[in-house]
């Protein structure tokens, strides 16, 4: 393995984590740092839109505050790289939290696959597609607060 290998490894790894933390944190702005300009992400594997990143942060930003948290637990991705592209396929599994009209809350336990290509730009590594493959979804569940005791 080369110095430039690892290199570009970390970087796609980066990208992917960097993902996870600003959609958990609702920074939806700063996914243009990510993607590619032409790139096509699908989420219809769950009911969403395949679009561009524009398009997904509209739906982002309209769907994703129904939920008090998340949490995007990235599994670790398996990297192939060719050149200037490269592809990866990486596990995330998501709860979602959401306060019910009562006070009490409800889970939705989310499995998933991400389905990425990349490709390297001017400015690094990107993001060219982004693909969600449903594994499995999880509902009914509570979130149980646990005593400051």
Same mark, same amino acid.
């Given at each position: 393995?080369?110095?430039?290998?690892?290199?570009?490894?970390?970087?796609?790894?980066?990208?992917?984590?960097?993902?996870?933390?600003?959609?958990?944190?609702?920074?939806?702005?700063?996914?243009?740092?990510?993607?590619?300009?032409?790139?096509?992400?699908?989420?219809?594997?769950?009911?969403?839109?395949?679009?561009?990143?524009?398009?997904?942060?509209?739906?982002?930003?309209?769907?994703?505050?129904?939920? $008090? %948290? =998340?949490?995007?637990?990235?599994?670790?991705?398996?990297?192939?790289? &060719? @050149?200037? !592209? #490269?592809? $990866? %396929? =990486?596990?995330?599994?998501?709860?979602?939290?959401?306060?019910?009209? &009562? @006070?009490? !809350? #409800?889970?939705?336990?989310?499995?998933?696959?991400?389905?990425?290509?990349?490709?390297?730009? &001017?400015?690094?590594?990107?993001?060219?597609?982004?693909?969600?493959?449903?594994?499995?979804?999880?509902?009914?569940?509570?979130?149980?607060?646990?005593?400051?005791?």
């Amino acid at each position: 393995m080369t110095d430039s290998y690892l290199a570009d490894r970390f970087a796609i790894q980066d990208l992917i984590s960097q993902y996870a933390v600003r959609l958990d944190a609702g920074d939806f702005d700063r996914l243009d740092e990510l993607f590619s300009d032409d790139a096509v992400i699908d989420y219809s594997t769950f009911g969403g839109p395949v679009g561009s990143l524009a398009g997904i942060k509209a739906f982002l930003s309209a769907s994703l505050p129904f939920f $008090a %948290r =998340t949490q995007h637990m990235m599994g670790l991705p398996d990297v192939q790289l &060719d @050149g200037d !592209t #490269a592809t $990866a %396929r =990486t596990s995330c599994n998501n709860p979602m939290i959401s306060t019910k009209p &009562d @006070g009490t !809350t #409800a889970v939705w336990l989310i499995g998933l696959w991400y389905d990425d290509t990349f490709v390297r730009t &001017d400015a690094g590594w990107r993001f060219s597609g982004r693909t969600q493959t449903r594994c499995y979804t999880l509902t009914g569940l509570t979130d149980t607060p646990m005593s400051a005791g």
